[in-house]
C-alpha cells in the first residue's frame, strides 16, 4: 500500500469527519439540555441540501443567497418540531420521546419525499472543481470549504456558550436542569435555544456536503447515524471532544473502505459505535461517571 | 386464568373461520403477513412493553431467522423442520450473548446500539452475496411440508402461520401472568425496586431479549418458507420502525393491542394502494399522534375515550 493512497484517503475521510462532528455537535447540544438524544437530527441535514436546491431552483436565486435561506427554513424546521412535538408531550419517558423523534423524522423524510421526489439531485460546488494537489494526493477546492465552514462554526460555538449569557445559561441547564431553573434560567427557552442552534448547524452540514455526495430526501439516516457515533466517541461533548470523535471516525472509515471492503463502509461506524457503547460509554476520553437514580 | 382462556378460545376461532369469509383470494395473502407480523408485534412488545427496554434492531432478528432457514433449506438441502429450530436457537443464544452488554445501555443509548446492531445485520446480509444473494435475494427455498401435505397455497399457509402466532400469543399470555410477567413489570417500573425486592434484573432483561429475538426469528423462517423468496430489503432499518409502530399504536404491554397492531399496519397500505409510496409519512404521523395523544394505544386508548365522550354527553344532558 503506498503512502499516497493512505493519504488521499485520510484527506477525504478528514472532510466527511468534519461534517460527522458538526451533525454530531447538534446532537450533544440538544441532549446537554435537554436530556434527548433527537433522532430528527440527521433530518435537519437533509433539509439544509434539499432547502438549498429548492431555493436555488425556484427562486433561481444565486448560491449565495440561496444557502442562508436554506438555513433558515431548516431552522424554522426546527423550532416547529420543538414546539409540536416536544413540547407538548404529556410523558416525557426516554421511551416516548425515542418514539417521537423517530415519527418525527420519518415525517420530515416523506414530506420531502412527497415534495421533492425519489431523485437524487446534485448540487453545484461553491468554488469550482479544479482539483488541489497535496503532497501526492489532491482534493476539491468544496474539501477545503468544509474544513474551514466546520473551523468557523466551532469557534463561533465556543465563543456562544462561554462568553454569552444564553450561551452560559445553556451550559448551566447542561450541568443540572433543576439548579438552573432556581437561579431564574428559563429552562423551557434553552430548550428551545438547543433545537435552533442544531438544526441551523446541521442543516449547514448538509449544505456543505451536498456538492460532494448529492442530496436526496433519505440522506439524513446514515449522517444522523454517523453523527451520533461522533458525538459518543466525544462522550456527548458539544466541543472538541466531538470534533475529534467525528474525525476518527470520518478517517477511519475512509482508510477501511479504501483498503477493506467499500460494501462494509457503513458497518465500519455501526461496529464502533457499538464497542464504545459496551465498552467505554463515556466517551473515548471521558471519565466513567456513576449513575445517578 | 379461566376468562383469559376464554377470551383466546374464542380469538383463535375467530382466527380458524377467517378463511370461510374469503374463500381464499388475494386478501388470504395479507392475512398470512397479519399472522407472521402478529409474531413479531408480540416478540417486541414482550420486549418494549413488558420489560420497558426498546429495540429498533428487531428486523435484524427476523431477517437471520429467514436467511438461516432460506440458506439451509434452499442451498444445503436441508429439512425445513431440522432448519427453523436450529435457527431460532442460533438466533436466540446470539442474543442471549449479544443482551450482556446491549442491556446495560439505557433509554436513548439502547435505541441507538439495537440500531446500530440491526444495521450492521442488515449490510452483512447485504454483502455476504455467495451465501445470501446479496441485495437481488435468495430464491427457490422450499414449502413446509408435513406427511403427505404441501404448505403451498395461500389457504394452508395461512393455517400454518397462525398455528405459530396463536401458539406464540398462547405462550405470551402466559408468560405475562406468571411469576416472571410480574418480575418484568417490576424492572419496567424500576429497575432499582425491582432489584431491591430480590428480581435479577439484568438476567432477566438478557432473557427476555433472547426470548424476543428466538419469535422474531421463528416468525422469519416461516416468512421465508411462506414467501419462497427473501431479499434484505424486507430486514432493514424501516420495518424496525414499521414494527415498532404497530406495538405502539396496538399499545404496551398488550398481547392482544400487538394483534390489533398488526393487522391494521398490515392492512393499512392494501386499502391506501393509492398512497403506496407515502404508508411511512402516515407511520410517521401514527406514531406521533399516539405518542402524544394515546400514550397507552388503542387497546387503552379508545375505551378511554368513550368514556369521555359518555362523561361529556351526560354533561351536556343535565345542563
Keep these: ?293 | 386464568m379461566k376468562k383469559e382462556l376464554f377470551k383466546f378460545g374464542a380469538f383463535a376461532l375467530f382466527i380458524m373461520i377467517m378463511p370461510l369469509a374469503f374463500k381464499g383470494g388475494y386478501l388470504m395473502n395479507v392475512l398470512i403477513f397479519v399472522g407472521i407480523n402478529t409474531m413479531l408485534s408480540i416478540a417486541l412488545n414482550l420486549l418494549l412493553g413488558y420489560a420497558g427496554q426498546i429495540s429498533l434492531g428487531h428486523a435484524g432478528f427476523f431477517g437471520l431467522g429467514a436467511y438461516f432457514s432460506g440458506v439451509l433449506t434452499a442451498t444445503y438441502g436441508w429439512n425445513a423442520w431440522v432448519a427453523m429450530p436450529l435457527a431460532a436457537a442460533v438466533v436466540g443464544i446470539m442474543a442471549y450473548l449479544i443482551g450482556f452488554p446491549i442491556l446495560k445501555l439505557k433509554g436513548h443509548y439502547l435505541a441507538m446500539a439495537t440500531l446500530g446492531l440491526g444495521i450492521i445485520i442488515y449490510i452483512v446480509f447485504n454483502e455476504t452475496v455467495d451465501l445470501t444473494g446479496g441485495p437481488s435475494g435468495l430464491s427457490g427455498i422450499p414449502n413446509l411440508a408435513i406427511g403427505g401435505i404441501t404448505f403451498d397455497s395461500d389457504v394452508k399457509n395461512y393455517y400454518l402461520v397462525w398455528s405459530f402466532a396463536l401458539a406464540t400469543i398462547l405462550f405470551s399470555l402466559n408468560l405475562a401472568n406468571s411469576r416472571i410477567g410480574r418480575a418484568l413489570r417490576a424492572v419496567h417500573d424500576s429497575e432499582v425496586a425491582a432489584r431491591v425486592v430480590g428480581v435479577n434484573a439484568r438476567l432477566l432483561k438478557v432473557q427476555i431479549f433472547a426470548v424476543s429475538a428466538l419469535l422474531s426469528s421463528l416468525a422469519g423462517s416461516l416468512y421465508a418458507h411462506t414467501m419462497t423468496f427473501i431479499s434484505p430489503a424486507s430486514f432493514g432499518f424501516n420495518f424496525s420502525i414499521e414494527l415498532l409502530t404497530m406495538v405502539v399504536i396496538g399499545g404496551l404491554g398488550s398481547i392482544y393491542g400487538s394483534f390489533l397492531g398488526a393487522a391494521l399496519l398490515t392492512l393499512l397500505p392494501e386499502f391506501l394502494r393509492a398512497a403506496h409510496d407515502y404508508d411511512i409519512i402516515i407511520y410517521g404521523a401514527l406514531l406521533m399522534v399516539m405518542v402524544m395523544f394515546m400514550p397507552g394505544g388503542l387497546v387503552r386508548g379508545i375505551p378511554e375515550l368513550y368514556r369521555k365522550l359518555l362523561k361529556m354527553k351526560r354533561g351536556s344532558d343535565h345542563a
Design chain 1, 1 to 293: 500500500m503506498q503512502f499516497d493512497q493512505i493519504l488521499q484517503y485520510a484527506l477525504s475521510g478528514l472532510s466527511s469527519g468534519a461534517i460527522y462532528a458538526l451533525i454530531g455537535i447538534g446532537f450533544s447540544i440538544i441532549y446537554n439540555a435537554t436530556g434527548i438524544i433527537n433522532f430528527a437530527q440527521g433530518e435537519f441535514v437533509m433539509l439544509g441540501g434539499m432547502l438549498t436546491l429548492f431555493f436555488l431552483q425556484l427562486l433561481k436565486a444565486p448560491i449565495w443567497v440561496a444557502i442562508p435561506c436554506a438555513v433558515a427554513a431548516s431552522t424554522l424546521g426546527g423550532i416547529l418540531f420543538e414546539r409540536l412535538a416536544i413540547r407538548p408531550l404529556r410523558q416525557p419517558t426516554p421511551i416516548n420521546l425515542v418514539i417521537i423523534t423517530i415519527g418525527g423524522s420519518i415525517l420530515i423524510r416523506g414530506l420531502a419525499m412527497l415534495l421533492w421526489g425519489k431523485d437524487t439531485h446534485a448540487i453545484p460546488s461553491f468554488s469550482g472543481d479544479e482539483p488541489i494537489a497535496i503532497g501526492g494526493a489532491t482534493i476539491l477546492p468544496q474539501h477545503i470549504w468544509i474544513l474551514g465552514v466546520t473551523l468557523i462554526i466551532i469557534a463561533i460555538n465556543k465563543y456562544y456558550f462561554y462568553h454569552t449569557i444564553s450561551g452560559k445559561a445553556m451550559r448551566a441547564c447542561a450541568y443540572n436542569r433543576r439548579a438552573a431553573g432556581l437561579v431564574g434560567i428559563d429552562v423551557r427557552r434553552m430548550v428551545l435555544f438547543s433545537f435552533i442552534i442544531s438544526s441551523a448547524m446541521g442543516a449547514v452540514a448538509g449544505i456543505i456536503v451536498a456538492p460532494l455526495t448529492m442530496v436526496a430526501y433519505d440522506v439524513g439516516v446514515m449522517l444522523g447515524l454517523k453523527g451520533f457515533c461522533a458525538a459518543i466517541i466525544g462522550g456527548m461533548s458539544s466541543g472538541i471532544a466531538t470534533v475529534v470523535g467525528g474525525l476518527i471516525l470520518g478517517v477511519l472509515e475512509s482508510l477501511g473502505a479504501g483498503l477493506i471492503s467499500s460494501g462494509y463502509k457503513d458497518a465500519i461506524a455501526f461496529i464502533i459505535l457499538l464497542l464504545l457503547l459496551f465498552f467505554r460509554p463515556q466517551g473515548l476520553f471521558g471519565k466513567a461517571e456513576s449513575e445517578r437514580v
